[in-house]
């Protein structure tokens, strides 16, 4: 079997937009503010090419294999993550305009979830989204990619790193767990439940 390796993203890899979705679950209709797949798919996509954004490659590494991508990651510094918030807005709006309010406004359960949703402490380090194509599972690719953001974290001087997960994810849990992560916070919104998950580094 052909090794996996861990490389910084691509702004041009095609699939980084259809992985950021799978990773948001039910986020991305309110961050897209529509149901559309295509206009979901676009949006991603666009976020993902242009930097500045918490959906950027810019903070992406993909986990390649014999020249494929089948899986990425998003991380950084919480408190990066949360300057992103405003930006990623901007750019949100320079794509869909009104139609973005407008489609929060008649799902303002979906809106405020995202919006009061706090992901990580300002000492840790992040794992703001993680995704694997299905026909990849199985093959580890979660696994390296978390252990390349740990020591991401590390040489950025962080003694913590963590991430969220929806309560019903057991799979995702188990292997977090395996890897040393520890539940130390219950998240629940109108739209979602989750846990907040994080492991000392050093």
Known sequence: ?????????????????????????????????????????????????????RFSHEYAYEAVREGKTLGMLICY????????????????????????????????????????????EKDEFHIGTIAALPESRGLGIGTELIRH??????????????LTVKQENAGAIKLYERLGYNIVGVINKPAVSMYRMSKALI
């Open 1 to 53: 079997m052909s090794q996996i390796s861990i490389q910084k993203a691509n702004p041009q890899t095609a699939v980084g937009g259809k992985l950021t979705e799978m990773a948001l679950d039910y986020m991305k209709y309110s961050l897209a503010g529509s149901r559309e797949p295509a206009v979901i798919n676009n949006t991603f996509q666009k976020l993902w090419k242009a930097r500045n954004n």
């Open 77 to 120: 510094p919480t408190t990066l993550m949360n300057k992103l918030a405003w930006p990623t807005f901007s750019q949100l709006f320079d794509i869909h305009k009104w139609k973005l309010i407008g489609y929060n406004l008649r799902n303002w359960k979906e809106f405020y979830t995202m919006v009061t949703l706090k992901e990580g």
């Open 149 to 162: 953001a740990e020591k991401q974290g590390v040489l950025q001087g962080f003694a913590k790193s963590s």
